[in-house]
């Protein structure tokens, strides 16, 4: 069986491995933080790591892509996007409705990235109530089940709620209805998921230019405009070598094994352009009910 390493349990991360993965063929090794879900791949400990880097909302996860781009050499082998659905989760007793203010309510832990997914949800409901951040939603699923308190209360999965017991104040209570977050499975070797159809392969590479001049990002871009290539993401981050330095992240809808693409990059390099591959794999997408996302 192949080991996955992902945060978890009772993450958006892990409801989202067991939609796409499933248990049969592999098995999951639970990570506290993404720190330590990057290094277990990097270690050998496991054969691939489960990395989200989208969000709907929020865009990047900065955080991860810098890992994938700085720290680490774990080519992509594939991704999908999974529905992030937030609850309310507690132990039995704050129990005062949301609309009366869950006036018992006094603090509610979460991952960042959740807590930010639910800003005007906790602004409208529960303006007086302490947040604090935790490395995974399942953590802070996890204490507030281990604090046993009625005044502390988790936003997290649904999955957190059933592993921990926990009460469900309220479901789906992120901003916005069309929440979904994008994931990235990172190894050495290729893996196609099993029992699933990939609409597409995708390649991510990161560009860096030459110099700053004038027409540079033109030039790059056109490499793939004249031959029709698609590009589905472009974002400029920074080197981290000197301020106001920037490589460029994309997404092309193509694959290393068309025609095209490696033409297009051969092109770039000939600019003087630094071209690296993070990967080029099959995508996954999510499909509720026959409908496709
Ligand atoms: O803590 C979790 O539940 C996670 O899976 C992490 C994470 C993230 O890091 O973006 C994943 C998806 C959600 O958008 C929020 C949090």
Redesign the pocket.
Known sequence: MKRIA???P???????ADYYLGRNHFDYVNCKL?DDVFMSTVNGQTDYSVI?IE?TF?GS?SL?LDWLVHEVELPMQAEWV?P?S?NLLGVAGFGASLEAGCSGLKKIV?????LT?CRQFLRQYLPHVELEQV??????ARMVKELGRSDVAAL??AS?GALYGLHTWAQGVQDHYN?F?R?VLVGSEPLRLPEKTSAMVKTTIIVTLPDDYPGGLHQLLSAFAWRRINLSKIESRPTKKKLGTYYFYIDIEASMDSVLLPAALQEIEAIGCQVRILGSYPTYSYEPEGSKV
């Open positions: 992902l945060l978890g009772g993450t958006f991360t892990e409801e989202s993404i989200p969000n929020d996860v991860h999974y992030i937030i979460s991952h960042g990235v959740t997914q490395g995974s939603n399942g953590v802070a997290a999965p957190a929440n977050t994931f």
